[in-house]
């Protein structure tokens, strides 16, 4: 892998995706046709790994070294976990200042991932899904843009695809930030284990929470929740998660330069931090901008009255 085919692979996914979902939305509106909700995942996550097993088929690199598979020691396994946890409030707050501007799309679509059965529901979202996006994000993706060179660049802009590749703003937003934070995690554990845990502690907690939500909140608060959140609601939110976010996010910093030391890895993240110094090393190619370009188009159709 190499920026290119890293562009490239982007570029397909981005496509596949879009053109499958204009097709379905047809295909509803003209026939009433609409797939469940096990086929339309596994869809979407097939739409990931078959073009990514492609490319990689088609790699000289070895799938270990292209994916980042190696071992972690068990404490930094743990040290990853206190990293999610430390990561969580600047995730929720980039989710929360989203809101201000659009809709929440996860609460949107509550109803739909509710029809499946709870331990259902935790398999997809909490670990299926995670587990393909970091082989496709974390590793075949941002381990060929980093080849250039410059590792923050690298990260950066896997987090940029990965966020982009949610077409829908809310999602993409606090999606890019995650990206950043898993580029790191990767860079100080040298392993793609590290960032597929902690993909799915987040994923798996958010579908937890949609259960237990589900089952204590009556119909009637769920009907009126545009009314009970309001922009003062999500203001004040938002000033108390900014102020949960300095403090989760120094103590998150902490934990990747300890886990980089437990790896024997700390020249390699500080090496990545002072790559944002460095202009040399390229990232971006002609199907990396098109990709982007053709995925923000996508998501800008849903501010056009119809």
Same mark, same amino acid.
């Given at each position: 892998?190499?920026?290119?085919?890293?562009?490239?692979?982007?570029?397909?996914?981005? /496509?596949?995706?879009?053109?499958?979902?204009?097709?379905?939305?047809?295909?509803?509106?003209? !026939?009433?046709?609409?797939?469940?909700?096990?086929?339309?995942?596994?869809?979407?996550?097939?739409?990931?790994?078959?073009? !990514?097993?492609? #490319?990689?088929?088609?790699?000289? %690199?070895?799938?270990?070294?292209?994916?980042?598979?190696?071992?972690?020691?068990?404490?930094?396994?743990?040290?990853?976990?206190?990293? !999610?946890?430390?990561?969580?409030?600047?995730?929720?707050?980039?989710?929360?200042?989203?809101?201000?501007?659009?809709?929440?799309?996860?609460?949107?679509?509550? %109803?739909?991932?509710?029809?499946?059965?709870?331990?259902?529901?935790?398999?997809?979202?909490?670990?299926?899904?995670?587990? /393909?996006?970091?082989?496709?994000?974390?590793?075949?993706?941002?381990?060929?843009?980093?080849?250039?060179?410059? #590792?923050?660049?690298?990260?950066?802009?896997?987090?940029?695809? @990965?966020?982009?590749?949610?077409?829908?703003?809310?999602?993409?937003?606090?999606?890019?930030?995650?990206?950043?934070?898993?580029?790191?995690?990767?860079?100080?554990?040298?392993?793609?284990?590290?960032?597929?845990? @902690?993909? #799915?502690?987040?994923?798996?907690?958010?579908?937890?929470?949609?259960?237990?939500?589900?089952?204590?909140?009556?119909?009637?608060?769920?009907?009126?929740?545009?009314?009970?959140?309001?922009?003062?609601?999500?203001?004040?939110?938002? /000033?108390?998660?900014?102020?949960?976010?300095?403090?989760?996010?120094?103590?998150?910093? /902490?934990?990747?330069?300890?886990?980089?030391?437990? %790896?024997?890895?700390?020249?390699?993240?500080?090496?990545?931090?002072?790559?944002?110094?460095?202009?040399?090393?390229?990232?971006?190619?002609?199907?990396?901008?098109?990709?982007?370009?053709?995925?923000?188009?996508?998501?800008?159709?849903?501010?056009?009255?119809?």
């Amino acid at each position: 892998m190499n920026r290119k085919k890293s562009g490239w692979l982007y570029l397909i996914i981005a /496509c596949v995706s879009i053109s499958i979902s204009l097709l379905l939305t047809v295909l509803y509106l003209k !026939t009433g046709f609409e797939l469940d909700m096990i086929p339309n995942i596994f869809l979407s996550e097939a739409m990931l790994i078959v073009p !990514t097993f492609f #490319v990689l088929l088609f790699s000289k %690199e070895k799938v270990k070294d292209a994916l980042s598979i190696r071992k972690m020691k068990w404490s930094t396994v743990f040290g990853v976990i206190a990293f !999610t946890m430390a990561s969580s409030p600047l995730v929720t707050l980039v989710n929360l200042v989203s809101q201000l501007f659009v809709d929440n799309t996860v609460s949107a679509n509550s %109803e739909q991932f509710l029809s499946l059965h709870p331990l259902l529901l935790i398999f997809f979202v909490g670990i299926l899904a995670p587990v /393909c996006e970091e082989v496709v994000f974390r590793g075949a993706i941002f381990g060929g843009l980093k080849k250039e060179g410059n #590792v923050f660049k690298a990260i950066l802009a896997s987090g940029l695809l @990965f966020g982009l590749l949610h077409m829908n703003i809310n999602q993409a937003s606090y999606a890019f930030v995650i990206g950043i934070l898993l580029g790191f995690l990767v860079e100080a554990t040298g392993s793609i284990f590290s960032s597929i845990l @902690f993909h #799915v502690l987040v994923n798996s907690t958010n579908a937890i929470m949609m259960i237990i939500s589900d089952s204590v909140v009556s119909d009637e608060m769920m009907a009126n929740a545009d009314e009970i959140v309001t922009t003062a609601t999500l203001l004040n939110m938002i /000033c108390v998660y900014l102020v949960l976010a300095v403090i989760g996010t120094t103590i998150a910093i /902490c934990l990747l330069v300890w886990m980089s030391k437990n %790896e024997g890895r700390q020249p390699i993240l500080i090496k990545a931090w002072e790559d944002r110094k460095v202009k040399s090393g390229k990232v971006i190619s002609v199907p990396f901008v098109i990709g982007v370009v053709i995925s923000i188009l996508f998501m800008l159709l849903e501010f056009i009255p119809w």
